[in-house]
């Protein structure tokens, strides 16, 4: 089992920066794949980043690749997202989500945990 708690979402201006955080519990999070997640009004869960159980390996959604970074700390059982450059079309809920496995997947199905959600809206 793990336990995620996600914080740090915020209202920033278009061009502002923000870091959301996950604290992550259970004894299997440092095995765990862990990605970020956001939906926006009206629409379906999109999938933003990814990074495998060790941090050595990422993937990135188009929409945020060389503006989003995300890194973790085993020790602490956190899972960061820095977000530059942000755009309004970058305001949605943030999910943290842990996998069942240690491979950074894409898709939605493979993350077995998630976080309550924390809102991150850009004005224009």
């Known amino acids: 089992q793990v336990q995620l708690a996600e914080s740090g979402g915020a209202l920033v201006q278009a061009g502002g920066s923000l870091r959301l955080s996950c604290a992550g519990s259970?004894?299997?999070?440092?095995?765990?794949?862990m990605a970020w997640f956001r939906r926006a009004p009206g629409k379906e869960h999109e999938f933003v980043v990814a990074?495998?159980?060790?941090?050595?390996?990422?993937a990135y959604a188009d929409s945020v690749k060389g503006r989003f970074t995300i890194s973790r700390d085993n020790a602490k059982k956190m899972v960061y997202l820095q977000m530059n450059s942000l755009k309004p079309e970058d305001t949605a809920v943030y999910y943290c989500?842990?996998?069942?496995?240690?491979?950074?997947?894409?898709?939605?199905?493979?993350?077995?945990?998630w976080g309550q959600g924390t809102q991150v809206t850009v004005s224009s």
């Open positions: 989500a842990a996998s069942g496995s240690s491979y950074h997947h894409r898709k939605l199905h493979e993350y077995d945990y």
């Open positions: 259970g004894r299997t999070f440092s095995s765990a794949a």
């Open positions: 990074i495998s159980w060790s941090g050595s390996n990422t």
